[in-house]
């Protein structure tokens, strides 16, 4: 009786060594469990209804290596839906877990649902955010960092420290009244400030900053060189980020190492990631001034738009004072942020997530099989409210995920006929997608006729950033591409009446979503989707999760929710843990 006991013992011990094999292969795993709830706080000295991550604002930091497998729990405790979107993570085989209406249901309030996708070959810095009814507005916010592998060397010297820098503009209104506005076809007007690292500004003037307010501090070493991750995380308003006295040292964007330049300033644009390199070379007489204000608007009537924290020498002799160091001062030379957005070159002989070198996917030399071009223009009026187009589409969530739909046949949920030019005559509100051909290589054209500038943003995806510049697009355009070291990265500005166009390899199965990041003009309706479809092999594009949510024409096939910590995909699972229950069950 004792040899079989200790056998069974032994078996159990196997199958759980084979489960968790069956469940992550190969590679390491992590889990994360992030809670959704309200806190008020007072940022810019008015208390305010925030969206807290673990009681955090911003939210805890996802630090993960290449490859890793990642469990994210997220527990909603907010008093309606929630979704989250991991943005610039590709999801590969997996839009499932992407976290926008298109792909998945969302999560109601008082229940849970675990994310579970692999970081598969990306390096770099990215962040998560709500992705539903304009939260994003309210924080919920948090960054993510993907690490290189050990066996995969750094195009420069391990710094020092790495420095996480969330900026964004911020209203005191919390993200409810801010919808309700939108929805009564207002204008969201003038924020009321800059936040940086969910704090306000540091008092370098007591007319525009009132006493009181709590500023970020970042304490450093002289002599030592730190890696910022600095994140635009905010509404719609693009942002100078600069470092009183400092040299910023471009390195990586989205994911992809850069060639690395020094700037004095940079122009980040709502959505977008950038690593910088800057070294603590100064005299540390004072406290240094880190800014980020706002960018192509009336700086006069936005002077309270500027966020400022504090860099802390440990040799400091004293705070920082006096005058903010300028902004660019191109109020009369709009090619200066041009010029500065096209100087970002992929840094071709640096390997990033791979061994191989980033500059080895000769982009330039593939034919194009698929060209879109996308128009976006000030919001309108539609059916007597304000909505935002693309191609004239202002468009209309499915009731029911598109792949969810595609795999239960259910008829009607969206169309397959999303313009490739933008078409002419009325808006219109409608569910209109691209068939998107799998393994094609797309051209797509973001034309801006709207007044403001736009950051775009494709899920699932890196794109090479070919050519932007003022005026129309058009078939000469071509002419000025850059086809040899363009940057891939996954958000993009396109300049106001003006254009920006993208290369992009289109080999990932899914729905994937295509989108505005200004939040006004997303909730108003300016995205859509590209479906995309292994025509030979179904088998390439994940399964179903087990702990998939229904909702619209599948509502009925939701079961109450069991409150479990995570659910595991893998068919495998089931037969595992019968027999390792039934093993237990014999032992007593």
Excluded at 33 to 41: C, D, G, V
Excluded at 444 to 473: A, C, E, K, P, R
Excluded at 506 to 521: K, M, P, Q
Aim: aromatic fraction near 12%.
């Amino acid at each position: 009786m004792a040899i079989s006991r200790l056998f069974l013992l032994c078996f159990i011990s196997a199958a759980i060594t084979l489960l968790s094999s069956i469940c992550f292969a190969a590679d390491p795993s992590v889990s994360y469990e992030l809670t959704f709830t309200y806190k008020t706080l007072s940022l810019l000295g008015v208390p305010q209804q925030v969206i807290v991550v673990n009681d955090e604002f911003p939210g805890p930091a996802i630090n993960v290596t290449t490859n890793y497998n990642v469990a994210v729990n997220v527990i909603n405790k907010l008093d309606e839906d929630l979704l989250v979107n991991w943005l610039g993570i590709q999801m590969r085989h997996d839009s499932w877990q992407d976290g926008v209406r298109g792909t998945n249901c969302p999560i109601p309030s008082k229940w849970n649902f675990t994310y579970e996708f692999q970081v598969k070959d990306q390096i770099g810095s990215f962040f998560y955010h709500p992705s539903i009814n304009f939260q994003r507005a309210s924080g919920g916010y948090g960054p993510i960092i993907v690490n290189r592998r050990s066996i995969i060397p750094l195009p420069f010297d391990q710094p020092y420290g790495d420095i996480v820098i969330m900026i964004g503009d911020w209203y005191t209104q919390n993200h409810t009244a801010l919808r309700t506005s939108l929805d009564a076809g207002e204008d969201l007007g003038v924020p009321d400030g800059v936040l940086i690292n969910g704090k306000g500004p540091y008092q370098y003037n007591s007319t525009l900053v009132p006493d009181g307010i709590e500023y970020e501090t970042f304490k450093v070493e002289p002599g030592k060189t730190y890696r910022f991750r600095v994140h635009n995380v905010g509404i719609s308003t693009s942002l100078n980020f600069r470092i009183q006295s400092h040299n910023l040292l471009l390195a990586e964007t989205e994911g992809y190492y850069t060639v690395q330049q020094n700037y004095t300033s940079f122009d980040i644009h709502v959505g977008q990631s950038y690593s910088f390199l800057v070294t603590m070379d100064q005299n540390a007489s004072t406290d240094y001034y880190i800014v980020a204000s706002a960018r192509f608007v009336n700086e006069s009537l936005w002077q309270r738009v500027t966020g400022v924290a504090v860099l802390h020498y440990s040799n400091s002799e004293g705070k920082a004072a006096g005058p903010l160091p300028d902004p660019p001062n191109d109020f009369y030379d709009k090619s200066w942020s041009l010029n500065q957005a096209k100087s970002v070159r992929q840094n071709g002989s640096a390997s990033g997530a791979r061994p191989n070198p980033q500059g080895s996917f000769h982009y330039g030399s593939i034919n194009v099989t698929n060209v879109y071009l996308l128009q976006s223009t000030p919001p309108t009026t539609v059916n007597g409210k304000l909505h935002a187009t693309l191609n004239g589409i202002s468009f209309v969530n499915p009731d029911t995920p598109i792949r969810l739909a595609d795999v239960h046949k259910v008829k009607g949920d969206y169309k397959l006929d999303f313009p490739s030019q933008p078409l002419t005559g009325e808006p219109r509100l409608d569910r209109s997608i691209i068939n998107g051909t799998f393994k094609g290589f797309a051209e797509i054209v973001f034309q801006n006729n709207d007044t403001v500038v736009q950051s775009f943003h494709i899920d699932g995806f890196s794109f090479y950033v070919v050519g932007m510049d003022y005026g129309l697009w058009t078939n000469d355009s071509r002419n000025q591409y850059n086809k040899w070291d363009a940057i891939p990265r996954c958000t993009v500005q396109v300049f106001p009446g003006g254009w920006t166009a993208v290369f992009i390899y289109l080999d990932n199965e899914g729905a994937w979503n295509i989108r505005t990041e200004n939040l006004d003009r997303w909730y108003l309706g300016q995205e859509t989707y590209i479906r995309l479809v292994n025509p030979e092999d179904n088998t390439t594009e994940y399964s179903v999760p087990g702990n998939v949510l229904y909702c619209g024409a599948l509502a009925d096939l939701q079961k109450q929710q069991l409150n479990l910590a995570a659910s595991i995909k893998q068919k495998g699972l089931f037969f595992v843990l019968m027999v390792v229950w039934a093993a237990i069950f014999k032992l007593y």
